[in-house]
């Protein structure tokens, strides 16, 4: 893989260790420079201008939009709406889907394990509909039962919102089986996709999602481009999210007809250079092809529990199975906290993320306030999975212990 990481300019002449890749993954020349080349030749609004430089923007775009759709296994080009990020593409489905949709007596259903940009929304269109908040909870090594989620998804359930992969534990929820039992009551489904998307093979129509949500910045791309897939007729029958210049078809002084979807949902300047970035990155990733990647983090995660497990004073969450992590390795140290892990392990240039994550509701049901994180992904490497283990077996002696 050393001829991977020579793709990746940070690196070099570093010796700093990235572990924090669940929060953002750093960027191949292959994606600088396909933003530095849209910069340099083509900066121009798409969509609006008949000049040269505009369509050749547009093209770039819409190549852009085509890429996607194909990379998350989207029927139709239209249904990818460029967002800035996946919490700016669940907040569109809340405030056009959900206050359309949801009403007072009808429920919600969220795991307990999602990330706040998958449960604030939700609470705001509680309160605002009346509508009943419920939670499928998990197990202590993070698994929602089928149990589980059949004895909270129920005839007044109206929408269910589900991590594909926890960005705490890394496990994989069962997307299928939920999607296809919250059909059965008549319910829809968004899938939070930022986790899985940079590390799985993703095919939005297999998963069942109604709705699909991710963040280009996790999987290679730059940061401010996101995208949201929705079934086509839903997105259709959804009144927009944002108004303003460029998603409308007509504007006289008191009314305005809107542009078709996906134009309806991007008002506005769009952000042609991220969606270029995005493009390059899926690319990037296609080339380099998932079962490379997949293998390649299976081995690395094995690698990294098996040393920090056998620590005894380490603590790690979630389910024991290494496969089970999809490149998340979540613990603690005993005694030491998870923000003093982090700061000790930044004096040997090791860059790992400690808190709460995002996760409050999944820290309570795993009974911690904050814990340490520890994210890889393909271009990292085993002799910096060693010098992390080897780190962290130290961190109790640097605090005194």
């Known amino acids: 893989m050393s001829s991977v990481r020579d793709d990746f300019p940070i690196f070099e002449g570093n010796n700093t260790i990235y572990f924090d890749n669940a929060a953002t993954t750093q960027r191949p020349r292959q994606v600088i420079k396909a933003m530095q080349e849209f910069n340099d030749s083509c900066n121009a609004n798409p969509l609006r201008g008949l000049y040269e430089w505009s369509v050749k923007a547009t093209d770039a775009y819409e190549d852009a939009r085509h890429d996607t759709a194909q990379f998350i296994g989207a029927e139709r080009d239209c249904e990818i709406v460029f967002t800035r990020n996946t919490t700016e593409s669940i907040n569109l489905v809340a405030y056009s889907y959900g206050l359309t949709n949801i009403h007072e007596g009808d429920e919600i259903v969220v795991s307990i394990m999602e990330h706040h940009s998958d449960l604030l929304p939700w609470q705001m269109v509680a309160r605002k509909t009346g509508a009943k908040l419920v939670y499928m909870n998990c197990t202590d090594d993070g698994i929602i039962t089928e149990e589980e989620y059949k004895s909270k998804i129920t005839d007044r359930t109206k929408l269910v919102a589900v991590a594909e992969v926890s960005n705490v534990l890394g496990i994989t929820n069962p997307v299928r089986a939920i999607a296809d039992y919250a059909h059965s009551k008549g319910a829809v489904i968004l899938v939070d996709g930022a986790q899985s998307t940079p590390h799985m093979p993703v095919n939005v129509r297999e998963l069942g999602a109604d709705f699909f949500a991710f963040s280009g910045h996790k999987l290679l791309g730059p940061m401010g481009i996101g995208g949201l897939y929705g079934r086509i007729d839903l997105l259709n029958a959804m009144p927009p999210f944002l108004t303003g210049g460029e998603m409308i078809e007509s504007v006289d002084l008191y009314d305005a007809t809107f542009a078709p979807v996906p134009e309806k949902f991007e008002a506005g300047t769009v952000n042609a250079m991220g969606a270029v970035g995005l493009d390059a990155a899926i690319k990037y990733i296609k080339n380099l092809g998932?079962?490379?990647?997949?293998?390649?983090?299976?081995?690395?995660?094995?690698?990294?529990?098996a040393g920090i497990k056998s620590i005894p004073e380490v603590t790690v969450y979630g389910n024991p199975d290494p496969d089970r992590h999809c490149g998340i390795v979540t613990f603690n140290i005993e005694g030491v906290h998870p923000h003093d892990v982090a700061s000790i392990l930044d004096s040997e240039h090791i860059c790992i993320r400690a808190g709460h994550h995002c996760a409050q509701p999944l820290m309570k049901r795993l009974g911690v306030g904050a814990t340490a994180r520890a994210s890889l992904y393909f271009y990292n490497t085993?002799?910096?999975?060693?010098?992390?283990?080897?780190?962290?077996?130290?961190?109790?002696?640097?605090?005194g212990y």
């Open 290 to 305: 998932f079962d490379t990647i997949c293998d390649r983090e299976k081995k690395l995660t094995e690698r990294l529990m």
């Open 382 to 399: 085993e002799e910096e999975v060693d010098r992390f283990v080897d780190a962290v077996s130290h961190v109790r002696e640097w605090m």
